[in-house]
């Protein structure tokens, strides 16, 4: 019998795309901007490794490269490649080849990082955590396929210490380095994250304590870390990483009482994590295209409320592509 899908998980997708979206176009230092930054992006890999599969051979890591390029890396390329076009279109119309460039070093970089060149600063914008995404779950099917032979007893404890050596030092050494193409970096700091949704999907009894007490070092993430996925940023390591997960957790145990499932709001969020992946990709098209937001300067009044309304016209596009079969079966 098949298993009952866990909308709770979707839930906390929506929370976590609805709060990428606010911190790119409604941007503060306060307060609240640092809660958001010290789960939003973590949740998504510590979901994703909560749902990974086991990889115990070569046979199963090329299923799983498979799978996960279609997932990731499809969308990626295709979102790419409108800007690509488009900015083709701004090069011929204003004469300037930088508009075509920018994009097209993006697509082919994939990078997380800004990279100064003549042409700008061509990244991967929002989309580096696609490409992150897959590198992280890359990584590791790798490290399961290599540990296969491990005792079941000590294997999944070995690869939760790997992840989270590899990780931080990956963090700690990142800011030193020359920067990697194809959000290498950002995939193997992730990697940590992703190992932790895997090893609580492995191991579920994992004491409670030890749950509320990664919840109970949020706040002191919030004060004293601080996390940036897109810079390989997790300060105050042990503090941040332990915090990201405990709000997550936090998140999932509130979301998952009785009283709220059902209500308007938590189909919205439920709705929005669903289509979290085709969301991201129309958020990034919308901002770097900057159709939607040179319209909205247009408009007298309006510039309270532009970063609003941008995520709101991201989540209508989205809408828009769900109902268009091509791009349905690339998103979907």
């Not at 204003?94 to 994009?103: G, L, W, Y």
């Not at 097209?104 to 580096?128: K, R």
């Not at 931080?168 to 193997?188: E, T």
Request: hydrophobic share 50%.
């Amino acid at each position: 019998m098949q298993r009952e899908r866990d909308v709770t998980f979707d839930v906390l997708k929506g929370i976590g795309i609805l709060s990428v979206m606010l911190c790119h176009l409604v941007y503060n230092e306060g307060l609240i901007h640092k809660v958001v930054y010290s789960f939003h992006m973590p949740l998504f890999f510590l979901i994703s490794g909560y749902f990974v599969k086991d990889v115990n051979c070569f046979v199963d890591f090329l299923n799983l490269t498979k799978k996960s390029a279609r997932r990731l890396l499809l969308p990626f390329l295709v979102t790419m490649f409108m800007l690509v076009v488009w900015g083709a279109i701004l090069a011929y119309a204003k004469q300037d080849i930088a508009f075509f460039m920018r994009p097209l070093l993006s697509l082919v970089l994939a990078n997380a990082d800004p990279i100064n060149t003549q042409w700008g600063m061509p990244y991967a914008g929002c989309l580096w955590f696609l490409v992150a995404l897959f590198v992280a779950r890359e990584c590791f099917a790798l490290l399961q396929i290599t540990l296969r032979k491990v005792s079941s007893k000590c294997r999944s404890h070995i690869i939760l210490v790997i992840c989270i050596v590899i990780s931080w030092l990956v963090s700690v050494i990142h800011p030193r380095m020359v920067s990697l193409p194809f959000s290498i970096a950002q995939g193997l700091t992730a990697l940590v994250f992703v190992a932790v949704g895997w090893y609580v999907r492995q191991t579920p009894n994992v004491a409670e304590w030890v749950k509320w007490l990664c919840v109970l070092c949020w706040p002191l993430s919030i004060m004293y870390g601080g996390i940036n996925m897109e810079s390989c940023t997790l300060s105050a390591y042990p503090l941040s990483v332990s915090g990201a997960c405990g709000a997550v957790f936090l998140l999932y145990r509130v979301f998952s009482l009785e009283k709220m499932k059902g209500n308007v709001f938590s189909r919205c969020l439920t709705w929005c994590g669903i289509n979290s992946l085709v969301i991201l990709c129309m958020h990034h098209l919308e901002m770097y295209s900057s159709v939607i937001y040179s319209l909205q300067c247009r408009i007298p009044q309006t510039h309270y409320f532009i970063g609003y309304g941008e995520v709101l016209v991201a989540i209508v596009m989205a809408a828009i592509v769900l109902r268009i079969p091509y791009l349905k079966s690339v998103y979907k």
